[in-house]
């Protein structure tokens, strides 16, 4: 591999040589250091990386003003911008390398491609908003997508425009027609699955494929899995060191708390987690450790063994939640509501 080529800037390449495939790689770091590039760059370096730049067949140039492209429809929201984008990706890459799901899915340069792309794009165009409220407020996306996945509709639909939009970021305008189709129905199908709304469902029936006789990881369980692998990295910063996991946290909560005020401004009701007056946030990600978070990752260790060892970090990190839940009950207390 040849990267010199990328124009990826030097401190940031010397962080991925290093760190590529790492749980613990910081990715606001990486961000700052590739002037807030980090999203962009990160992409030139995993298809020069796994050689994606002859699966579709186009120059770097072409890649790196598609991510451009992408990266700037991210809107600078407390949470869902373009660095949990770049996270997302990142950590879908530590689940296929580190841990090994390439090996055990078989996953060849094309199903590779497909879930970085599905990490990167997953919540392009987000307005810092829940489904929950773009339907109850009517918004104009509800409409749209008749209150049907709404905002996960509508990221890869807008990612798609992208490329056919202006052939000189077209990073699909080379493949086959069905290679295209294939990746292009990959690819929706990730993006899809990051709906909260059918995280219980599809967890129970992945469970029940993985224990099943016939599962077939590299066979007809591999999209599930894929699925699996782009949903868990959405979800995944309680995996992550205390310090990087706070950081996430506080900004998720400061994003729900401003939708909040906005449901209290529109006589809304006032949605799960978004009150902030009432919503403990180490009492939340107690809840959200062990109703979500835990049982996801417990499904990724199901096919693959190698997680293990950052499965630990789930309840050490729970511990520091439930020892900071008195301190935030005094916060609340102090802090009168409107
Ligand atoms: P999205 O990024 O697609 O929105 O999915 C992640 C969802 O998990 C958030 O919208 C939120 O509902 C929930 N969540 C909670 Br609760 N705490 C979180 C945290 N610390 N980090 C990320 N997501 C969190
Ligand atoms: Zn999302
Ligand atoms: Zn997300």
Redesign the pocket.
Same mark, same amino acid.
């Given at each position: 591999a040849n990267f010199q080529k990328l124009n990826i800037p030097k401190r940031l390449l010397e962080i991925l040589y290093k760190q590529h495939d790492d749980l613990y790689i910081d990715p606001f770091e990486c961000d700052k250091l590739s002037g807030g590039e980090g999203l962009v760059n990160l992409m030139l370096f995993f298809f020069e990386n796994y050689n994606l730049f002859d699966v579709f067949l186009i120059k770097p140039k072409v890649v790196r003003g598609y991510f451009e492209e992408v990266m700037k429809g991210y809107l600078d929201n407390p %949470?869902?911008n373009k660095v949990?984008a770049q996270d997302v990706a990142q950590t879908c890459n530590f689940l296929l390398s580190k841990c090994k799901f390439i090996e055990i899915g078989q996953l060849d340069e094309q199903d590779i491609a497909c879930v970085l792309i599905a990490g990167a794009i997953?919540?392009y165009g987000h307005p810092g908003l829940?489904n929950a409220f773009l339907i109850n407020s009517r918004n104009d996306l509800a409409l749209t997508y008749n209150d049907q996945s709404v905002l996960e509709m509508y990221h890869p639909s807008q990612c798609f425009k992208i490329a056919w939009g202006n052939q000189k970021v077209n990073i699909f305008e080379n493949l086959q027609f069905h290679k295209y189709r294939r990746i292009r129905e990959s690819i929706i199908l990730m993006v899809l699955s990051?709906d909260?709304a059918h995280h219980a469902s599809e967890l129970a029936i992945t469970n029940s494929r993985i224990a099943a006789p016939d599962f077939e990881p590299n066979g007809k369980d591999k999209q599930r899995l894929m699925d699996l692998i782009v949903h868990s990295s959405?979800?995944s910063?309680?995996t992550k060191s205390f310090e990087i %996991?706070k950081n996430?946290?506080e900004k998720?909560l400061t994003e729900f708390w401003l939708q909040g005020d906005k449901e209290r401004d529109l006589g809304l009701p006032i949605s799960y987690?978004c009150n902030r007056y009432t919503t403990n946030t180490a009492e939340?990600?107690v809840g959200?450790i062990d109703y979500?978070v835990k049982p996801t990752f417990a499904c990724v260790l199901g096919f693959l063994p190698a997680y293990e060892p950052f499965f630990q970090n789930l309840d050490k990190n729970k511990a520091k939640w439930q020892e900071l839940i008195e301190y935030y009950k005094q916060q609340l207390a102090s802090i009168q509501p409107k």
């Open positions: %949470y869902h949990h997953h919540d829940t990051t909260m959405d979800v910063n309680p %996991y996430w946290t998720v987690l939340a990600q959200f979500v």
